[in-house]
């Protein structure tokens, strides 16, 4: 089993999964870790729910089906600011050229292009999926920071256990699909999906690895 910095080094994101499933056993000792996470006041304001199974089934095919519709998406929150900071752009653009290399996907192959973008809605082949979410009418921005520690407590414990994972913002942005599939969510936010297991064996694109920023580019000491 890594360790807390080996899992944080090793984290990348899988977008290519095998067939097995996680064990029950082990996700509820995961989930339960991640529990710990900490969150203001105690609240611990984050709801999270595993969809596998024909219930998994079920919804990639909506999801699908509303993708291939061209069906515009509705996501309860807005992500990113628009336009991007000209930096943050930049790795943007770097990040799509990237991994379109790796893949093997020319500039004009639109159909490949599409193919590669839905590949988020079949959650890349996994058999289990978290939802993250809270409370939606609390109105309060703040919880997302709560319910990130989770995710992350979620995406290196799943490392340090030997599987992988990809959080995923596109795959929230059918709310109102989501809420069909899972009950008793009318009043949930939908934060994030994390799809996770083990690494298909031999994926090519499983070795795409994105670049980092220099540690003295963001880290600064004072004093």
Known sequence: MLNAIQAMQSRRSIREFGPELVPMETVRQLVEAAGRAPSSKNTQPW?????QGAALDALKADYLAAFDAGTKPSPGFRYSPDPLPEAWAARAKANGIGIFKHKGIGREELDKRRAHDR????????????????????????????????????????????????????????????????????????????????????SQVNQFQTDRMPVDDWFKVIG
């Open 47 to 51: 709801r999270l729910y595993l969809v």
């Open 119 to 202: 590949e988020n809605f079949h959650f890349f082949g996994a058999k289990q999926v978290f939802f993250l979410g809270t409370q939606a009418s609390s109105n309060a921005s703040g919880t997302f920071m709560d319910c990130g520690f989770v995710l992350d407590n979620l995406m290196l414990g799943l490392v340090s256990l030997g599987y992988g994972s990809c959080p995923q913002f596109s795959a929230v942005c059918y709310p109102e699909v989501l809420r069909r599939h899972i009950p008793g969510t009318e009043d949930t936010l939908f934060l994030a999906a994390l799809p996770f297991g083990g690494q298909k064996a031999g």
